[in-house]
């Protein structure tokens, strides 16, 4: 079956350091990924997207890779900030216009 | 202020009783979509639109239905609710470039939806 995969486990981590989110997939081709920022109660946040003719791409402290042959892409925060806590949400284009989101990974930043 | 916005924010109802989620864009957006959020499931896409009378199912359309009478609206109709579509809705707009790619989708506030 079609699935998209995203650590399950809530990732906890301290100030400073770099978080690493991944997004697996299996049984798409998708043009594009694009990762969002979900607080609670409220809709997602646009944050990156990603085509599949890139292999990377940065804005600020976050940064994008997408390995169509692994089918996976990973989410970095750099120098992360206890505002960085959220959750991170991954989502491709899954043919036409229909969107496929992963469930999102809880990201904890310590100060 | 470019925004979507979705009435009612809360809703409780009871199983069978049809109502309406409205859900609008100040952004003249092509398309829009509805997801429902549950938890451990993620966002689920229930049904999109291209544009103005074009939709198209996403992977959870069952007992909804939707319509686009006008590029600004896309109200999200439960005819028979049931207590499975307790969940929380989002709605979503944006354009699409000229190479038929989504350009960043900007999502609603949400609307919390109860049946009893």
């Known amino acids: 079956s079609q699935k998209i995969e995203q650590n399950s486990e809530a990732l906890n981590i301290q100030e400073g350091k770099t978080a690493t989110l991944t997004c697996n997939y299996t049984n798409y081709s998708p043009a594009y990924l694009q990762w969002y920022r979900q607080d609670p109660g409220r809709g997602p946040v646009f944050l990156l997207l990603?085509?599949?003719?890139?292999k990377e791409k940065r804005k600020e402290r976050l940064k994008v890779t997408f390995d169509t042959t692994l089918k996976q892409s990973l989410f970095h925060i750099t120098a992360s900030q206890p505002a960085d806590s959220a959750t991170y949400l991954c989502?491709?284009?899954?043919?036409?216009?229909?969107?496929?989101f992963g469930a999102g990974t809880r990201l904890f930043v310590k100060a | 202020e470019a925004q979507v916005t979705q009435n009612p924010r809360y809703l409780i109802t009871v199983t069978g009783k049809k109502l309406t989620v409205t859900c609008s864009q100040n952004?003249?957006?092509?398309?829009m979509s509805w997801y429902r959020q549950d938890p451990g499931l993620g966002l689920r896409q229930i049904y999109y639109?291209?544009?103005?009378?074009?939709?198209d199912k996403g992977d959870v359309p069952e007992g909804y239905k939707v319509s686009r009478k006008e590029k600004r609206n896309f109200p999200l109709i439960l005819e028979s609710p049931s207590p499975n579509q307790t969940s929380l809705y989002f709605c979503?707009?944006?354009?699409?470039?000229?190479?038929?790619?989504?350009?960043?989708?900007?999502f609603g506030p949400g609307t919390r939806l109860t049946v009893l």
């Open positions: 979503a707009s944006s354009s699409i470039d000229l190479a038929g790619v989504l350009d960043t989708q900007y």
């Open positions: 989502a491709l284009a899954a043919g036409g216009f229909k969107t496929i």
């Open positions: 639109s291209m544009n103005v009378e074009v939709t």
């Open positions: 952004m003249n957006h092509e398309y």
């Open positions: 990603i085509r599949e003719n890139e």
